[in-house]
Protein backbone atom coordinates (compact mmCIF):
# COMPACT_ATOMS: atom_id res chain seq x y z
CA UNK A 1 0.00 0.00 0.00
CA UNK A 2 1.12 3.32 -1.17
CA UNK A 3 2.63 5.50 2.29
CA UNK A 4 3.46 9.03 2.50
CA UNK A 5 5.29 10.59 5.36
CA UNK A 6 5.58 14.95 5.02
CA UNK A 7 8.22 16.54 7.09
CA UNK A 8 10.02 20.53 6.60
CA UNK A 9 6.82 22.46 8.25
CA UNK A 10 6.93 24.73 11.00
CA UNK A 11 7.18 28.58 12.32
CA UNK A 12 8.73 31.27 9.97
CA UNK A 13 8.15 34.69 9.41
CA UNK A 14 7.01 36.31 6.64
CA UNK A 15 9.53 36.40 3.82
CA UNK A 16 11.11 33.03 5.27
CA UNK A 17 11.61 29.74 2.91
CA UNK A 18 10.41 26.39 4.39
CA UNK A 19 10.99 23.02 2.46
CA UNK A 20 8.74 20.58 3.15
CA UNK A 21 9.36 16.80 1.59
CA UNK A 22 7.52 13.89 1.12
CA UNK A 23 8.74 10.35 1.30
CA UNK A 24 6.94 8.12 -0.93
CA UNK A 25 6.52 4.16 -0.32
CA UNK A 26 5.25 0.82 -2.06
CA UNK A 27 3.52 2.71 -5.21
CA UNK A 28 2.98 0.11 -7.65
CA UNK A 29 3.70 1.64 -10.81
CA UNK A 30 7.27 4.03 -12.04
CA UNK A 31 5.17 6.60 -13.01
CA UNK A 32 2.44 8.60 -10.97
CA UNK A 33 1.95 12.07 -9.75
CA UNK A 34 2.57 13.88 -6.40
CA UNK A 35 0.70 16.49 -5.09
CA UNK A 36 0.59 19.19 -1.76
CA UNK A 37 -2.46 20.33 -0.34
CA UNK A 38 -2.85 22.58 2.44
CA UNK A 39 -5.97 23.00 4.96
CA UNK A 40 -5.55 26.49 6.67
CA UNK A 41 -8.19 26.57 9.91
CA UNK A 42 -12.00 26.86 9.10
CA UNK A 43 -11.24 26.44 5.07
CA UNK A 44 -11.55 23.88 2.93
CA UNK A 45 -8.87 22.23 1.72
CA UNK A 46 -6.75 23.65 -1.42
CA UNK A 47 -4.52 21.96 -4.15
CA UNK A 48 -1.09 24.34 -4.44
CA UNK A 49 0.78 22.22 -6.45
CA UNK A 50 0.94 18.74 -8.54
CA UNK A 51 3.82 17.02 -10.10
CA UNK A 52 3.96 13.82 -12.80
CA UNK A 53 6.80 11.74 -12.42
CA UNK A 54 6.38 10.59 -16.21
CA UNK A 55 6.91 14.59 -17.45
CA UNK A 56 7.50 16.57 -15.05
CA UNK A 57 4.60 18.22 -16.17
CA UNK A 58 3.16 20.57 -12.89
CA UNK A 59 0.21 22.60 -11.77
CA UNK A 60 0.61 25.74 -9.60
CA UNK A 61 -2.84 27.53 -7.56
CA UNK A 62 -2.18 31.16 -8.72
CA UNK A 63 -1.50 31.85 -5.03
CA UNK A 64 1.70 30.31 -5.01
CA UNK A 65 3.04 31.01 -8.67
CA UNK A 66 6.27 32.42 -8.80
CA UNK A 67 7.15 31.36 -5.22
CA UNK A 68 6.71 27.90 -5.02
CA UNK A 69 8.28 25.36 -6.58
CA UNK A 70 7.57 21.49 -6.57
CA UNK A 71 9.68 18.70 -7.54
CA UNK A 72 10.47 15.18 -7.17
CA UNK A 73 13.51 13.07 -6.86
CA UNK A 74 13.06 9.68 -7.59
CA UNK A 75 15.70 7.89 -6.89
CA UNK A 76 15.03 9.45 -3.21
CA UNK A 77 11.31 8.27 -3.93
CA UNK A 78 10.93 11.94 -2.00
CA UNK A 79 9.12 14.75 -3.14
CA UNK A 80 9.55 18.40 -2.44
CA UNK A 81 7.85 21.75 -2.41
CA UNK A 82 9.95 24.72 -1.88
CA UNK A 83 7.92 27.70 -0.77
CA UNK A 84 9.86 30.97 -0.58
CA UNK A 85 8.20 34.66 0.31
CA UNK A 86 6.08 32.90 2.83
CA UNK A 87 3.35 34.86 3.75
CA UNK A 88 0.95 34.57 6.62
CA UNK A 89 -1.78 33.20 4.10
CA UNK A 90 0.20 30.27 3.77
CA UNK A 91 -0.56 29.15 6.80
CA UNK A 92 -1.66 25.69 7.33
CA UNK A 93 -1.37 21.59 7.79
CA UNK A 94 -0.01 21.02 4.41
CA UNK A 95 -0.55 17.05 3.04
CA UNK A 96 1.46 15.27 0.30
CA UNK A 97 -0.75 12.99 -1.84
CA UNK A 98 0.08 10.21 -4.19
CA UNK A 99 -2.25 9.46 -7.38
CA UNK A 100 -1.76 6.70 -10.10
CA UNK A 101 -3.30 8.88 -12.93
CA UNK A 102 -1.06 11.61 -14.70
CA UNK A 103 -3.05 14.27 -15.35
CA UNK A 104 -2.97 16.38 -12.32
CA UNK A 105 -6.84 16.49 -11.28
CA UNK A 106 -7.41 17.06 -8.01
CA UNK A 107 -10.11 14.16 -7.32
CA UNK A 108 -7.56 11.84 -8.32
CA UNK A 109 -5.30 11.57 -5.64
CA UNK A 110 -6.34 8.53 -3.48
CA UNK A 111 -3.37 8.36 -0.66
CA UNK A 112 -2.21 10.82 1.71
CA UNK A 113 0.81 11.50 4.13
CA UNK A 114 -0.59 12.57 7.70
CA UNK A 115 -0.03 16.52 6.77
CA UNK A 116 2.35 18.70 8.33
CA UNK A 117 1.76 22.00 10.37
CA UNK A 118 3.09 25.46 8.72
CA UNK A 119 3.04 28.77 10.27
CA UNK A 120 4.31 32.05 9.00
CA UNK A 121 3.86 35.26 11.04
CA UNK A 122 3.30 38.46 9.94
Known amino acids: EVQLVESGGGLVEAGESLRLSCVVS????????IGWFRQAPGKEREGVSF????????YYADSVKGRFTISVDKVKNTAYLQMNNLKPVDTGVYYC???????????????WGPGVQVTVSS
Open 97 to 111: AYSDYLDLAEDEFDY
Open 51 to 58: IATSDGGT
Open 26 to 33: GFPFDHYA
